[in-house]
C-alpha cells in the first residue's frame, strides 16, 4: 500500500460501507467494482447494499473480492435515510461509510479517509465530491455540477456534510440516534447538526475522493423539489431568531453574476448563458418547494 498510516493493520478501523440503492444494478455494480479496487485492506471493509424498493428485487450483483450482502427496506421504501438506517443496524464495522449508488470512489478513498480519521481524532470526516459528465457533457451536467454538494464549504460554514461521502464512528450513532425514518431529503443535514450539538466534531479530507454521476436537466429539477422540501425541516431546526420564511427567496431572486461562472473549467461562451438560466430556475424551483413545505405544515 502507498502512504497508509504507521499502524499495523490489525489497529485499523473496520469500515461499513452503506449503499441504498433502488433498481439501478447497472449503477450498483460499477460501485462494487471501485469498492473491489480499494487500496485499503479488504480485510477491514464490509459493504452493505440495501434495496430501497426496487420494482424487480433480484439479480443482485456478487462479489468474490469484498464482504458484500444485501438488505431491503420496505417500510419506508423510498426513503434513503430509512434504508441507511437499516444498513447501519447490521454494520459491523468502527466507522459507518455512507455514499450514493449513482457514484464511484477513487482507488484511495478508504485509505485517505482513514488516515485522517486517525490523525485528525474527529469523530465524522467528509470527504470530497467530484462530478462525473460521462460521454456527453450537457449545460444541465454543467450546472448540476456548481450548485449540488459542495462539500468543503458546508463543512466549513455550518458543520455539516451529505451522505454522499460521509464517515461516521459508530459509537455517534449511540447518542445522537439514526436519520429520521420516512425522510426523503436532508437528513444528512440534520444528523450533523444533531452531532454537532453533541460535542462531535467533523472535519474535511480533500484526498478522500468520491465521483458522482451529473444530472441531466430533469433528474436536477427533481432533486432540487426534493431539497426544498427537505429544506424546510432543517430550517425550522436552525432558523436564527426574526428570520422570515421567505428571506431564502428574497436572496435567490438576485440572480448569480456571469463572473462566478467563469471559474468553472467547462464554462464556455457558448453555453454560458444556458447554464446561468439553469442554476437560477432549479434555485426558484427549490425554494417554491420550500413556500408550499412551509404553508403545508402551517
Request: with cysteine.
Given at each position: 500500500?502507498?502512504?497508509?498510516?504507521?499502524?499495523s493493520v490489525?489497529?485499523?478501523?473496520?469500515?461499513?460501507?452503506?449503499?441504498?440503492?433502488?433498481?439501478?444494478?447497472?449503477?450498483?455494480?460499477?460501485?462494487?467494482?471501485?469498492?473491489?479496487?480499494?487500496?485499503?485492506?479488504?480485510?477491514?471493509?464490509?459493504?452493505?447494499?440495501?434495496?430501497?424498493?426496487?420494482?424487480?428485487?433480484?439479480?443482485?450483483?456478487?462479489?468474490?473480492?469484498?464482504?458484500?450482502?444485501?438488505?431491503?427496506?420496505?417500510?419506508?421504501?423510498?426513503?434513503?435515510?430509512?434504508?441507511?438506517?437499516?444498513?447501519?443496524?447490521?454494520?459491523?464495522?468502527?466507522?459507518v461509510v455512507?455514499?450514493?449508488?449513482?457514484?464511484?470512489?477513487?482507488?484511495?478513498?478508504?485509505?485517505?479517509?482513514?488516515?485522517?480519521?486517525?490523525?485528525?481524532?474527529?469523530?465524522?470526516?467528509?470527504?470530497?465530491?467530484?462530478?462525473?459528465?460521462?460521454?456527453?457533457?450537457?449545460?444541465?451536467?454543467?450546472?448540476?455540477?456548481?450548485?449540488?454538494?459542495?462539500?468543503?464549504?458546508?463543512?466549513?460554514?455550518?458543520?455539516?456534510?451529505?451522505?454522499?461521502?460521509?464517515?461516521?464512528?459508530?459509537?455517534?450513532?449511540?447518542?445522537?440516534?439514526?436519520?429520521?425514518?420516512?425522510?426523503?431529503?436532508?437528513?444528512?443535514?440534520?444528523?450533523?447538526?444533531?452531532?454537532?450539538?453533541?460535542?462531535?466534531?467533523?472535519?474535511?479530507?480533500?484526498?478522500?475522493?468520491?465521483?458522482?454521476?451529473?444530472?441531466?436537466?430533469?433528474?436536477?429539477?427533481?432533486?432540487?423539489?426534493?431539497?426544498?422540501?427537505?429544506?424546510?425541516?432543517?430550517?425550522?431546526?436552525?432558523?436564527?431568531?426574526?428570520?422570515?420564511?421567505?428571506?431564502?427567496f428574497l436572496?435567490?431572486?438576485?440572480?448569480?453574476?456571469?463572473?462566478?461562472?467563469?471559474?468553472?473549467?467547462?464554462?464556455?461562451?457558448?453555453?454560458?448563458?444556458?447554464?446561468?438560466?439553469?442554476?437560477?430556475?432549479?434555485?426558484?424551483?427549490?425554494?417554491?418547494?420550500?413556500?408550499?413545505?412551509?404553508?403545508?405544515?402551517?
Open positions: 500500500m502507498e502512504t497508509i498510516i504507521n499502524n490489525a489497529s485499523l478501523p473496520f469500515f461499513s460501507v452503506v449503499v441504498p440503492f433502488k433498481g439501478n444494478l447497472e449503477q450498483v455494480n460499477n460501485l462494487i467494482i471501485h469498492l473491489e479496487r480499494q487500496k485499503y485492506p479488504a480485510t477491514h471493509v464490509e459493504v452493505i447494499l440495501i434495496d430501497n424498493g426496487s420494482d424487480d428485487p433480484s439479480d443482485y450483483p456478487k462479489s468474490e473480492k469484498i464482504n458484500l450482502s444485501f438488505l431491503s427496506e420496505q417500510r419506508y421504501a423510498d426513503s434513503p435515510y430509512s434504508a441507511r438506517n437499516r444498513g447501519i443496524e447490521a454494520a459491523a464495522g468502527d466507522v455512507f455514499t450514493d449508488a449513482n457514484s464511484y470512489p477513487d482507488s484511495g478513498w478508504l485509505q485517505e479517509a482513514a488516515n485522517m480519521l486517525i490523525h485528525s481524532k474527529c469523530d465524522l470526516l467528509a470527504g470530497a465530491v467530484k462530478f462525473s459528465f460521462g460521454e456527453k457533457v450537457t449545460s444541465a451536467k454543467i450546472a448540476d455540477s456548481i450548485i449540488s454538494i459542495q462539500m468543503k464549504r458546508s463543512v466549513l460554514e455550518r458543520k455539516v456534510a451529505y451522505t454522499a461521502n460521509l464517515f461516521v464512528k459508530k459509537e455517534v450513532f449511540s447518542k445522537t440516534g439514526l436519520f429520521e425514518e420516512g425522510a426523503r431529503s436532508g437528513g444528512d443535514v440534520r444528523f450533523c447538526k444533531k452531532a454537532d450539538s453533541e460535542g462531535y466534531s467533523i472535519t474535511y479530507c480533500e484526498k478522500a475522493v468520491v465521483f458522482k454521476e451529473a444530472r441531466s436537466y430533469g433528474a436536477l429539477f427533481n432533486k432540487k423539489i426534493r431539497t426544498g422540501r427537505g429544506y424546510y425541516y432543517t430550517w425550522i431546526t436552525e432558523k436564527r431568531a426574526g428570520e422570515k420564511w421567505y428571506s431564502n436572496r435567490v431572486l438576485k440572480p448569480q453574476g456571469f463572473f462566478a461562472l467563469k471559474a468553472h473549467d467547462r464554462i464556455t461562451l457558448s453555453n454560458i448563458f444556458l447554464v446561468w438560466i439553469i442554476i437560477y430556475t432549479a434555485r426558484i424551483a427549490e425554494q417554491i418547494s420550500f413556500i408550499r413545505e412551509y404553508y403545508r405544515n402551517r
